[in-house]
């Protein structure tokens, strides 16, 4: 693997290669031509193929893709030949949602216990995971050996609970409070910052709607 | 306003720029120059003005930003200064979560009803907010005038969700189900695909441990 400087677009198309290639496998496809890739996915097979030379490349001439063999592979280099253990920060809405999503669960990602500050809500149970004492955090992370944080608390919360988390050891936060947060370099950062994400949709909404106003202002004046 | 044509780059940042501006305006603070904006989000100063120049550009030489005068435009502009009504589709988890997540409303984008096939869900309250029969969607969005569907349904059922909610007349879709899905021209589109963000973050995290246990066999070594 000739991975040493892999650009984050990339890196952030190969779980989406990886989604594609889980649907070729149920439907029993063995290879694939980095064109019919392309039809697929929708990007170009030039971009396909650089994409996937970043790791080496796996295609062989005239073949095409082995399916398995290149899910294996997106697989390993995004780390998902392990499970990851994780916290959940934060037992309101979110936090409940993210512990009861059960679909990470099947991909590798177990959620272990939620953490929270409100008496209300620790020790109660979210289907079958115990809310614990925000307190217990450190002494948690270092004995279950937790790999990944995922802060669902307040804004204002955020950081102190990112502080903390990186403190115990965790090697990734996953951070979904709407805030940025900063986190020492040993310890990845993933947002995802869902009024942005709205935000963005409000702003395309519009856009399409001036751009038909436009078109009908300029069929009406012809 | 000279937005022809602003890279979708520029469109991703504006809610960041705006979620600062908030918090300046919560601090009272009036005026920002690009050097201390820069000091604060991240950005170079000369990114933040070539950003800000896409929109006719908001700063007076020698003086900078007004801060209630950019965040009022970049609302504006993102089309926040209205109010938004949602539907979510998909009374599971993550729907449920959606629903009773109050941060939303708050910025005007209001959930008025989510919708299901299950008939154990059907006629139930979220939090005030009525669970409706799927069946009756596309009335419901023509009636109460819905500019937004929220997809939370599964990958399976997803794209037809999509075209029903097309059909009915949103203006926009945000999709939570994780898998692509397309719509027509007319319709704005969202991913949220929450996999792919905790796949990146699995990749960070093997990444930067590679790179320290690379970084402790060159000093054994040396």
């Known amino acids: 693997m000739k ?22 496998r149920k439907k029993g496809v063995e290879k694939i031509s980095s064109k019919e890739f392309s039809n697929l996915i929708g990007y170009t097979a030039s971009q396909i193929r650089q994409d996937l030379n970043n790791f080496g490349g796996f295609g062989q001439q005239g073949y095409g893709y082995s399916v398995d063999g290149l899910y294996d592979e997106i697989s390993a280099i995004l780390g998902l030949d392990k499970e990851y253990r994780m916290v959940i920060m934060g037992a309101g809405n979110l936090g409940q949602a993210i512990a009861k999503y059960t679909h990470f669960h099947k991909q590798g990602f177990k959620v272990c216990g939620v953490f929270e ?16 004492d925000y307190e217990n955090i450190v ?11 995922i802060i669902c608390v307040n804004q204002n919360n955020a950081q102190e609970v990112a502080d903390k988390l990186s403190f115990a050891g965790v090697k990734g936060i996953w951070n979904f409070a ?31 709607q001036k751009k038909d106003q436009s078109k009908e202002k300029a069929k009406k004046e012809e």
């Open 117 to 132: 500050i409100s008496p209300n809500l620790i020790g109660k149970d979210l289907d079958g995971i115990e809310i614990m």
């Open 3 to 24: 991975n040493a400087k892999i650009s984050n677009a990339v890196i952030k198309r190969l779980p989406r290669y990886r989604r594609y290639l889980i649907e070729l």
């Open 139 to 149: 002494e948690y992370v270092e004995e279950e050996e937790i790999d990944i944080g």
């Open 178 to 208: 709407p805030t940025d947060i900063e986190v020492p370099k040993h310890v990845a950062l993933e947002n995802v910052h869902l009024s942005d994400s709205l935000h963005s949709l409000a702003y395309h909404m519009n856009d399409i």
